[in-house]
């Protein structure tokens, strides 16, 4: 998308303003249900601003735009925004206004701000209507799209057809699951829920679809009561033996937009539970003006955070493939180098995408590959362009963030290679965001420990050198399902959700250097327990991921013992677990690799 386009469509939003009196509107990164990525329908930030990050949020006032984004866009939102009369505004920099204090500054008294409620949480709407205070007296429409006017050639809404998840892989059937949330239900008080989060329906109900790109899931809403069970979908995506499924176990299916329709015709004496986070604005207002509700973390969201042991089984395995697939990438790419074959950032990510195809169980990628060189490096969510992509040659750092969606689990692994010779000051990075990975993998804790407290284990490396990073450590991680999952998180942000035994979570802490490199290592680690004492239960993190750090990237003067300790142990799972998979010379590869570091 070119300037000229942008500088268009925000003049053409503008004069829907005028048309609608409307002084100010918000325009989202989300759809109704609260996804990190979105149909190509719902992408109507990017659509209007050409900033691709799948995080953000555009305002737009009759003679100004603003976008919102935060740290691990910063570099890239800059790029897309160049030249265009959009002003970046950096989330969480000190001496950047917020939302709420930008529009204060701009609009006048009385002024109407306008945003589509379906396309918000009732949080953040409820946080924007803070601003409707004495001094501003501001106004609010929830019911308006004005995108709706100008795209003309928007995209339809998603109908790709579902499918029935196994129970060999699930390891629970639905009629478990929905007995387990009906315990909960009860428990909270509560005899319905609303179900908004695609993730959530999908695990629930053992199906898997392909209505949003990387994540395995279909539009749809869910009505749950301590009877019966209702899906609201596109009912053309269900095939015979789909349909088959749904009438045997009860779930009875009505079209997608019959849920607000739906929700007039209940009992009124229901008492609801529903997530204020990912409930939509819309939903969550009629519910809460028409029937008994308590909010907080979805409990679909709490049951499915925590593995069960055939799903833990099926991941281990889900690793093995995605652990040959990477391992067969990166012999490749030092061969590749070695014979000076031409290799760009997108011709990487194609063919780390092909290896991953040739696995059993794979079924798609779990989001498209960041393959960054040198200063793209630096760019957290990079995503390689005809125009930016660079040629892998010479030295400097290679980082590749990739993953796969497989029938026995979801991937997300990140490793930074080395391309020849490093600078002092990468060898020095790329070690020190070693240091910080193993710290938090070879940390033991007590029950209870939040996220928060992990955060700094991982980051004691870096801050003791006065560096860190604009992202969170760790993020859940779905059961094929979605590559970023929650509500559990290790992350600066405060989370009341405690880490527990059956969680998986990612551990990758980063250095960036703008216009240098970047570096990022990353592994998927599940919550085991480490035995107790007189002081309670103890918790530790295993690695599910299984590929070699790059040892000529390291500087083995900067690690202690025990880290090396940890690395070797690491590295010895990885060639016992895969080298029985590979052929000779890879396997030969892998070995050289994986070799045992003196102390």
Same mark, same amino acid.
């Given at each position: 998308?070119?300037?000229?386009?942008?500088?268009?469509?925000?003049?053409?939003?503008?004069?829907?303003?005028?048309?609608?009196?409307?002084?100010?509107?918000?325009?989202?990164?989300?759809?109704?249900?609260?996804?990190?990525?979105?149909?190509?329908?719902?992408?109507?930030?990017?659509?209007?601003?050409?900033?691709?990050?799948?995080?953000?949020?555009? %305002?737009?006032?009759? &003679?100004?735009?603003?976008?919102?984004?935060?740290?691990?866009?910063?570099?890239?939102?800059?790029?897309?925004?160049?030249?265009?009369?959009?002003?970046?505004?950096?989330?969480?920099?000190?001496?950047?206004?917020?939302?709420?204090?930008?529009?204060?500054?701009?609009?006048?008294?009385?002024?109407?701000?306008?945003?589509?409620?379906?396309?918000?949480?009732?949080?953040?709407?409820?946080?924007?209507?803070?601003?409707?205070?004495?001094?501003?007296?501001?106004?609010?429409?929830?019911?308006?799209?004005?995108?709706?006017?100008?795209?003309?050639?928007?995209?339809?809404?998603?109908?790709?057809?579902?499918?029935?998840?196994?129970?060999?892989?699930?390891?629970?059937?639905?009629?478990?699951?929905?007995?387990?949330?009906?315990?909960?239900?009860?428990?909270?008080?509560?005899?319905?829920?609303?179900?908004?989060?695609?993730?959530?329906?999908?695990?629930?109900?053992?199906?898997?679809?392909?209505?949003?790109?990387?994540?395995?899931?279909?539009?749809?809403?869910?009505?749950?009561?301590?009877?019966?069970?209702?899906?609201?979908?596109?009912?053309?995506?269900?095939?015979?033996?789909?349909?088959?499924?749904?009438?045997?176990?009860?779930?009875?299916?009505?079209?997608?937009?019959?849920?607000?329709?739906?929700?007039?015709?209940?009992?009124?004496?229901?008492?609801?539970?529903?997530?204020?986070?990912?409930?939509?604005?819309?939903?969550?207002?009629?519910?809460?003006?028409?029937?008994?509700?308590?909010?907080?973390?979805?409990?679909?969201?709490?049951?499915?955070?925590?593995?069960?042991?055939?799903?833990?089984?099926?991941?281990?395995?889900?690793?093995?493939?995605?652990?040959?697939? %990477?391992?067969?990438?990166?012999?490749?790419?030092?061969?590749?180098?070695?014979?000076?074959?031409?290799?760009?950032?997108?011709?990487?990510?194609?063919?780390?995408?092909?290896?991953?195809?040739?696995?059993?169980?794979?079924?798609?990628?779990?989001?498209?590959?960041?393959?960054?060189?040198?200063?793209?490096?630096?760019?957290?969510?990079?995503?390689?362009?005809?125009?930016?992509?660079?040629?892998?040659?010479?030295?400097?750092?290679?980082?590749?963030?990739?993953?796969?969606?497989?029938?026995?689990?979801?991937?997300?692994?990140?490793?930074?290679?080395?391309?020849?010779?490093?600078?002092?000051?990468?060898?020095?990075?790329? &070690?020190?965001?070693?240091?910080?990975?193993?710290?938090?993998?070879?940390?033991?804790?007590?029950?209870?420990?939040?996220?928060?407290?992990?955060?700094?284990?991982?980051?004691?490396?870096?801050?003791?050198?006065?560096?860190?990073?604009?992202?969170? &450590?760790?993020?859940?991680?779905?059961?094929?399902?979605?590559?970023?999952?929650?509500?559990?998180?290790?992350?600066?942000?405060?989370?009341?959700?405690?880490?527990?035994?059956?969680?998986?979570?990612?551990?990758?802490?980063?250095?960036?250097?703008?216009?240098?490199?970047?570096?990022?290592?990353?592994?998927? @680690?599940?919550?085991?327990?480490?035995?107790?004492?007189?002081?309670?239960?103890?918790?530790?993190?295993?690695?599910?991921?299984?590929?070699?750090?790059?040892?000529?990237?390291?500087?083995?003067? @900067?690690?202690?013992?025990?880290?090396?300790?940890?690395?070797?142990?690491?590295?010895?799972?990885?060639?016992?677990?895969?080298?029985?998979?590979?052929?000779?010379?890879?396997?030969?590869?892998?070995?050289?690799?994986?070799?045992?570091?003196?102390?």
């Amino acid at each position: 998308m070119n300037n000229k386009d942008t500088n268009s469509k925000i003049a053409d939003l503008q004069q829907q303003l005028d048309t609608y009196n409307i002084d100010a509107c918000i325009i989202s990164s989300s759809d109704p249900h609260g996804s990190e990525y979105i149909s190509a329908h719902w992408q109507c930030r990017q659509w209007l601003s050409g900033f691709t990050g799948s995080a953000g949020t555009l %305002v737009v006032t009759k &003679t100004k735009a603003a976008l919102w984004t935060d740290g691990r866009y910063f570099i890239q939102a800059e790029a897309e925004l160049k030249n265009t009369n959009i002003k970046l505004v950096k989330q969480g920099i000190a001496d950047s206004l917020d939302i709420n204090n930008w529009l204060t500054k701009e609009l006048k008294p009385n002024s109407t701000i306008g945003l589509d409620g379906t396309t918000f949480s009732y949080n953040t709407v409820k946080n924007f209507m803070a601003l409707a205070n004495k001094q501003t007296a501001f106004k609010f429409n929830t019911s308006i799209d004005l995108t709706t006017n100008i795209w003309l050639d928007r995209p339809k809404l998603p109908a790709n057809k579902v499918f029935i998840h196994d129970t060999k892989f699930s390891g629970k059937t639905y009629k478990q699951k929905i007995s387990s949330l009906r315990k909960k239900l009860k428990q909270l008080n509560c005899n319905a829920s609303l179900i908004a989060s695609l993730d959530e329906i999908a695990w629930l109900v053992n199906m898997r679809g392909a209505d949003i790109q990387h994540n395995p899931v279909f539009l749809s809403y869910a009505f749950v009561s301590l009877t019966e069970t209702i899906i609201f979908a596109n009912k053309n995506i269900f095939g015979k033996q789909e349909l088959k499924y749904l009438q045997e176990n009860k779930i009875l299916l009505l079209e997608y937009n019959a849920v607000f329709e739906f929700l007039k015709t209940i009992d009124s004496k229901h008492t609801f539970f529903i997530d204020n986070n990912t409930t939509n604005y819309t939903l969550y207002t009629y519910i809460k003006n028409n029937y008994k509700h308590e909010s907080g973390i979805s409990p679909v969201a709490e049951l499915k955070a925590i593995k069960n042991n055939v799903e833990i089984k099926q991941m281990q395995l889900c690793h093995i493939e995605d652990g040959i697939a %990477v391992v067969k990438f990166m012999f490749w790419l030092q061969q590749e180098l070695r014979n000076n074959k031409k290799v760009t950032e997108i011709t990487a990510g194609d063919y780390i995408t092909a290896t991953r195809q040739k696995m059993n169980n794979f079924v798609t990628t779990s989001f498209p590959p960041i393959v960054a060189y040198k200063e793209n490096g630096a760019i957290c969510h990079y995503q390689a362009t005809a125009k930016s992509s660079k040629v892998i040659k010479g030295n400097g750092l290679l980082l590749i963030d990739s993953g796969g969606q497989y029938l026995t689990g979801t991937t997300d692994i990140t490793r930074a290679i080395a391309c020849s010779k490093l600078t002092t000051e990468e060898q020095n990075d790329y &070690t020190l965001v070693l240091k910080s990975h193993i710290a938090l993998a070879s940390f033991i804790f007590p029950k209870d420990t939040l996220g928060i407290q992990l955060d700094a284990i991982a980051r004691g490396s870096l801050w003791r050198n006065k560096i860190n990073f604009n992202h969170g &450590t760790g993020h859940g991680v779905g059961f094929f399902l979605c590559v970023h999952e929650g509500p559990q998180s290790i992350s600066p942000r405060y989370n009341k959700t405690t880490i527990k035994p059956g969680m998986v979570i990612t551990n990758e802490p980063g250095i960036y250097r703008d216009m240098k490199h970047g570096v990022r290592l990353e592994n998927i @680690m599940l919550v085991v327990k480490a035995g107790d004492s007189e002081f309670g239960d103890f918790y530790k993190l295993e690695p599910l991921t299984l590929a070699p750090f790059d040892k000529q990237a390291i500087n083995f003067a @900067m690690l202690d013992t025990s880290e090396i300790t940890w690395l070797n142990s690491y590295h010895d799972k990885v060639y016992r677990k895969l080298n029985n998979h590979l052929d000779p010379e890879t396997r030969n590869w892998l070995r050289e690799q994986t070799s045992k570091v003196e102390t």
